[in-house]
C-alpha cells in the first residue's frame, strides 16, 4: 500500500503511463454528492501490476470487497489470434469496490448507493445491490513490459465512461437515456449528448452468455455425476445377480449330491 497515493480527482480517460498514474472513479452512496473521478500515484512500474485498487483502498478498519461488473477475457482466449489486434480496452474487466458489511468502518455509512446499483444493472447484474461508497476501476491484461505475452494490470478509467449509466438509466439504449436524461435535465439538447463506451454497452449481452454458458456447464457436470451414480448402481445391481446366481447354483448342486449319496431302504 505505500506504493500507493492519491493524488487528485481529474479527468481523462486514457492511460497515462509516463506518469505512472491509475484513474478511478468514486460513486458515493449520497446521491447530492458529484461522482468524481481520482488517481492513485504509482511510485513504481512494478507497483503496477496486479490490482492495486484494494490495496489503495484498504484502512486498519475496513475490509475491501471486490465485485464483478464485467469480467475480464485474456487475449489468448479471443477468436482474433494476431497480437493487437484486439486493443486491451475491449477485453479488459469493470469492478465495484466497497468496504465490506463486517467492516467497522462501514457502520456509519451503510446508505443504499442507488447509482452504483444502477451501474450494475446497466451491465447485467440485476440482483446485486451496493450500500456505501463504492469506487470503479478496470482491470485486464496488458501487453507485459518484458518477454512478451501479457500481464495482469489496472487500466484508467474515465468518469465519463460510467456516468450514463450511473446517473440516469441501466437501459443504455440511446433513446431511452436521451430520454430519461431529457426529463432530469429539461435539455432537449442532450437527446444528442450521449455517450456510452462499447464495451459497457455490450456488458449486459456478455454477462448474459457467460450466464448461459455457466448455466449450461453447471447441468452438464450434474448430468456426469447422475450418470456415475447410476453406473455405480448397476455395477452393484449385476453384482448381487451374479452372486445370487452363484449362490443358487451352489445349493442346487449340493442337494444334488445330498440326494445320490442316500441309499434305498430294501425290506
Known sequence: AEHHQLV????GAKRSSAESMLRIAKIPCNESVPLTEEAI????????????????????????????????????TTDLKVKGAIPPESLAGLYAYSI??????SESSRLPNIRATRLAMACGCHSHRFAGDVWIGRLGYVPAQKGGGFEL??????LADIEVASRYSPDLRSHIVGEVMTMQRGDEKVKCDVYVP?????????NYHDGASLAALAVAMTREDVCSEED?????DSSSSD????TSSSMGNRTNRMKSSQVPLTE
Not at 153 to 158: I, P, R, V
Not at 198 to 206: D, H, M, T, V, Y
Not at 232 to 236: G, I, L, S, T, V
Not at 243 to 246: F, G, I, L, Q, V
Open 8 to 11: 487528485s480527482k481529474t479527468a
Open 41 to 76: 500515484l504509482l511510485h513504481s512500474a512494478g507497483s503496477a501490476r496486479g490490482d492495486v485498487i484494494p490495496a489503495h483502498l484498504q484502512t486498519a478498519d475496513a475490509v475491501i470487497e471486490t465485485t464483478p461488473l464485467i469480467r475480464m477475457n485474456h487475449p489468448d
Open 100 to 105: 465490506s458489511s463486517t467492516s467497522k468502518a
Open 153 to 158: 494490470a489496472n487500466l484508467d478509467l474515465s
Open 198 to 206: 462499447e464495451w459497457l454497452g455490450n456488458a449486459s449481452q456478455k
Open 232 to 236: 455405480e448402481n448397476d455395477e452393484d
Open 243 to 246: 452372486s445370487s446366481s452363484t
